[in-house]
């Protein structure tokens, strides 16, 4: 069972701000690491890739995904600009030597040229999008063809999530939604994998760029 979230800390989720925003990165961060190991196994790095974290909040994956690609690089985005402070610092020394990077920016308007990365992933994010394709076709664009991208993210189905998160802050697609989305923004689906806690469990869903 998930226990209910008020309202303020569900805000705080989508867009962070303050000493209460900076409470819960802290928490965020222990909460999603085990669905951002899975989705970075998921992304199959190699040492070269320009990698993508879109809505990496406190950027926990970020040194994660460096070490994957020791000759590559990594750029995180969220529109939180204290989440991106938060981020940078965490990841200060390879930021240093340009191995990471933190922007403000939010999936809808991402400031890279087309065909960039080689990965993208979004962990726990695509629920504060006002539509799915729009976001999707901009990551689409700054993916090179065959560009692979991690989405980890928990559906409709998920009857307790549903419960405990406000409706007009959290929206769970469902899958045949997200189906339909990266089919129509220019994906083909990778792998699908429901296994993290039953039938209406966190989805991993891997596609890759046409
Ligand atoms: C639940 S947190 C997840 C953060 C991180 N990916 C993780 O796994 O811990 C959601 C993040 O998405 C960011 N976010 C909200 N709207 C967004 C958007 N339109 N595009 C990208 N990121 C967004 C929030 O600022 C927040 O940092």
Not at 65 to 75: I, Q
Request: net charge positive.
């Amino acid at each position: 069972m998930t226990a209910r979230r008020p309202r303020a800390i569900a805000e705080q989720a989508r867009h962070a701000r303050g000493l209460l925003g900076r409470i819960i990165a802290f928490i965020m961060a222990r909460e999603t690491w085990a669905a951002n190991r899975r989705t970075i196994d998921a992304l199959a790095i190699t040492d070269r890739d320009q990698i993508l974290d879109i809505g990496c909040g406190h950027g926990r994956s970020l040194g994660a995904l460096a070490a994957r690609a020791p000759n590559g690089k990594v750029v995180g985005v969220d529109p939180s600009e204290l989440m991106v402070k938060i981020a940078a610092r965490r990841n200060r020394r390879l930021a240093k030597v340009s191995r990471v990077a933190v922007r403000v920016a939010g999936a809808d308007d991402l400031p890279f040229p087309d065909g960039g990365f080689d990965r993208a992933l979004c962990v726990h994010v695509v629920y504060f999008w006002r539509q799915l394709e729009g976001p999707l076709r901009e990551v689409a664009r700054v993916l090179k063809p065959g560009g692979r991208l991690a989405l980890y993210f928990r559906t409709s189905a998920d009857a307790a999530a549903v419960a405990a998160f406000p409706a007009d802050v959290y929206r769970f697609p469902s899958l045949e939604e997200m189906l339909a989305a990266l089919e129509a923004a220019g994906f083909g689906i990778e792998s699908l994998d429901t296994s993290g806690a039953g039938d209406a469990g966190p989805v991993l869903l891997v596609a890759l760029r046409r």
